[in-house]
């Protein structure tokens, strides 16, 4: 289901930046808006919005986190097949796969590569076909 944005909106354009589906539209300094079609309900735009200005799925207005608590993908690699699937999806391309120690080793896996770019959305976990992808703090 959709987040909202409420009226206390300052147009920061911060959630429309981290927005990993693009669903958040609006000028600097506007009230912005969410595409209920396209957003994914991942909370990134509330997590981020300083102002508070962010209301889920059963209108509850989240609070600011820091980027410390943001899940992060966690991948077991021994399910991983190493598909590319949680790659494609990750457009902050925080995600990517291992390369092989040697010549035909199989044991190649997805990693959380940059940290610093995943905003916790968790598109790649809810993507991945053989599960292998938890989003965990810390």
Same mark, same amino acid.
């Given at each position: 289901? $959709?987040?909202t944005i409420t !009226?206390?909106?300052?147009?920061?354009?911060a959630c429309s930046?981290?927005?990993?589906? &693009? $669903? +958040? #539209?609006? !000028?600097?300094?506007?009230?912005?808006?969410?595409? =209920?079609?396209?957003?994914?309900?991942?909370? @990134?735009?509330?997590? +981020?919005?300083?102002?508070?200005?962010?209301? #889920?799925?059963?209108?509850?207005?989240? !609070?600011?986190? %820091?980027?410390?608590?943001? %899940?992060? %993908?966690?991948?077991?690699?021994?399910?991983?097949?190493?598909?590319? +699937?949680? &790659? #494609?999806?990750?457009?902050?391309?925080?995600?990517? +796969?291992?390369? %092989?120690?040697?010549?035909?080793?199989?044991?190649?896996? $997805?990693?959380? #590569?940059?940290? =610093?770019?995943?905003?916790?959305?968790?598109?790649? !976990?809810?993507?991945c076909p053989l599960?292998?992808?938890? &989003?965990? @703090?810390?």
């Open positions: 289901m $959709a987040f !009226e206390n909106c300052i147009g920061c354009m930046k981290k927005c990993p589906v &693009m $669903a +958040i #539209d609006g !000028e600097k300094k506007k009230m912005h808006i969410i595409n =209920e079609k396209r957003c994914v309900a991942c909370g @990134v735009c509330q997590r +981020i919005c300083p102002k508070g200005a962010v209301l #889920d799925s059963v209108g509850s207005a989240g !609070e600011r986190l %820091p980027k410390s608590q943001w %899940p992060k %993908p966690k991948v077991n690699q021994s399910l991983c097949s190493a598909c590319g +699937i949680c &790659m #494609d999806v990750c457009i902050f391309e925080a995600i990517k +796969i291992s390369y %092989p120690k040697f010549n035909g080793d199989l044991k190649v896996f $997805a990693y959380l #590569d940059e940290p =610093e770019h995943c905003v916790g959305c968790s598109q790649c !976990e809810k993507m599960q292998a992808i938890k &989003m965990e @703090v810390g």
